[in-house]
């Protein structure tokens, strides 16, 4: 394996019109590390990431240097030649096309129009498949596979464009548990081979096991570079807020009468007999693996894939709710797991996305929308819910993910729900802003809302539920008052069959 440094960048700015985006940065990457980069949303990181893709120019007076030479106008295919490959959080592959297309389709651009050697082409592929020690048919068409397996051909295409840097941005976030290690044990074989690995990820616990080295930065600037021995998640957080950040224990309180009570939910295929009561004022945590039916059953109670059978009361009122409408008219609102692909409208300004779940409400007289109600309504939440920046008119998804999140949280609030439902409402967000995200589900709470939080994240799970219902292959196995649950009982719920929970208390 090679030694010494692959990649270094000195003194990198980045200006846009009236934002420094990045201010000095500093990033050193030697052969076979694996380099984690850190920041909370909004610090710059998607900005460092898209320079060394040379998708952006730094300002004048960066130096970049890869393997000793200088480098001056970096652009996309000059960083795949250099070998410096990204793999972001939605792989950017082409899920219409075969595998062996995806893997090879960089190589392909280099040939520059000539006639596709089909044979040359799923060769490739599976080189790069063999390398990573896995087998996927090279003819599938990409759709037709697994998220992880996805992932895999991401990484194979990188293997394939001959990396020396793969950046890996939040690649664990639509993984399973085992999934994760399954990745994590390639990245440890991409390692050994020298290949670097820049980690970008809010999960802490996942840095900690496979990154050596740690750049922080915040707000745009260079805070430093820390090998693994020198930190721990409390020094680690406060390098990257800036201020202590702590995720404390629900506490045990009063609760209200029932809100909302599922009997005998059932969805052939997704999820069986479930039951349970949702009090004023309570927080209910549900959690289980990926794929067990947690996200398919909120979605049967709010209308979207509705269930074959079985009954829901809102407040002790049996109804039947058939679309998402139904369910806002009987008080009930989503945050769902996507902010990009189904929580937002990304070239929608904050203040659309706010309103949009009230625009009969914020009518004149005249029956059009009053733009002094949207624009009234757009600043009492930015203010609410703190969204940075605070500027109404400006397009979501030129916001942090942090803040993103917020927006929705927010134009489902506006609906004034007496029970909120998130799915993973703190996914690919920075510990700031999940703080900020607990703090206002505890507030909520509060102040007499019924809210179902469904999360992967163990310490979330644990650190605001007042209790806890885990999902296993459809059914609830497991039921834990939130005072009383650790990780060990939810994960052996998670996991292991228990036949006492079948029939265990809906409340």
């Not at 990198?12 to 201010?23: C, E, H, I, N, Y």
């Not at 990457?29 to 909370?40: P, S």
């Not at 059978?309 to 009122?317: A, C, V």
Request: charged content about 25%; glycine content about 8%.
């Amino acid at each position: 394996m090679m030694e010494g440094t692959y990649i270094k960048l000195s003194n990198v700015s980045k200006t846009f019109p009236g934002v420094k985006a990045l201010d000095g940065i500093e990033l050193e990457i030697k052969y076979g590390e694996v380099h984690a980069l850190v920041g909370e949303n909004g610090a710059g990181k998607s900005t460092l990431i898209k320079i060394l893709a040379g998708n952006y120019q730094p300002d004048e007076g960066a130096l970049i240097e890869i393997e000793g030479e200088k480098i001056s106008g970096l652009t996309p295919m000059e960083a795949i030649r250099r070998g410096i490959i990204v793999i972001y959080q939605d792989f950017s592959l082409f899920p219409n096309l075969t595998v062996a297309e995806n893997i090879s389709i960089s190589n392909q651009l280099e040939k520059k129009g000539k006639p596709v050697d089909w044979k040359e082409m799923r060769e490739t592929a599976k080189q790069a498949l063999s390398a990573l020690g896995v087998d996927i048919d090279t003819d599938t068409i990409l759709e037709n596979l697994s998220i992880a397996k996805q992932q895999l051909v991401a990484i194979s295409r990188a293997l394939a464009c001959k990396a020396k840097l793969i950046i890996m941005d939040e690649p664990t976030s639509t993984l399973s548990g085992g999934e994760v290690e399954l990745l994590f044990t390639i990245i440890k074989n991409l390692q050994a081979r020298g290949i670097s690995i820049l980690f970008v990820s809010h999960k802490l616990e996942e840095l900690f096991k496979v990154c050596s080295v740690f750049t922080v930065i915040r707000d745009g600037q260079y805070i430093g570079t820390y090998p693994k021995e020198e930190m721990d998640n409390e020094k680690l957080i406060k390098l990257m807020v800036g201020r202590k950040v702590e995720f404390n224990h629900q506490s045990a309180k009063q609760i209200g009468e029932a809100v909302l009570e599922v009997k005998n939910l059932s969805k052939e295929g997704n999820f069986k007999d479930i039951s349970f009561v949702l009090h004023k004022g309570e927080i209910l945590g549900i959690t289980g693996l990926v794929g067990a039916g947690r996200t398919e059953i909120i979605q049967a109670i709010c209308g979207i894939a509705c269930a074959d059978s079985g009954e829901i009361y809102i407040k002790g009122k049996k109804v039947l709710i058939r679309s998402m409408e139904e369910a806002v008219k009987y008080g009930i609102s989503y945050v769902p797991e996507s902010r990009l692909t189904e929580g937002l409208i990304l070239t929608k300004s904050v203040e659309d996305n706010i309103a949009i779940t009230v625009l009969k409400r914020l009518r004149g007289k005249n029956r059009l929308i009053s733009r002094k109600k949207k624009e009234d309504l757009a600043k009492e939440w930015i203010e609410k819910l703190n969204i940075k920046p605070g500027y109404s008119d400006m397009e979501a998804q030129k916001l942090s993910g942090g803040n993103q999140q917020k927006i929705v949280v927010a134009k489902w609030l506006a609906s004034d729900p007496s029970i909120l439902i998130v799915d993973e409402p703190t996914n690919g967000i920075d510990v700031g802003a999940k703080s900020e995200i607990h703090d206002l589900l505890r507030k909520l709470s509060d102040q007499g809302m019924g809210v179902i939080m469904v999360s992967s994240e163990l310490t979330e799970i644990l650190s605001i539920s007042d209790r806890v219902l885990v999902v296993r292959r459809g059914r609830i196995n497991g039921r834990f008052d939130g005072t009383e649950a650790c990780q060990t009982t939810i994960m052996n719920a998670a996991i292991l069959k228990n036949e006492k929970a079948k029939g265990g208390p809906a409340s």
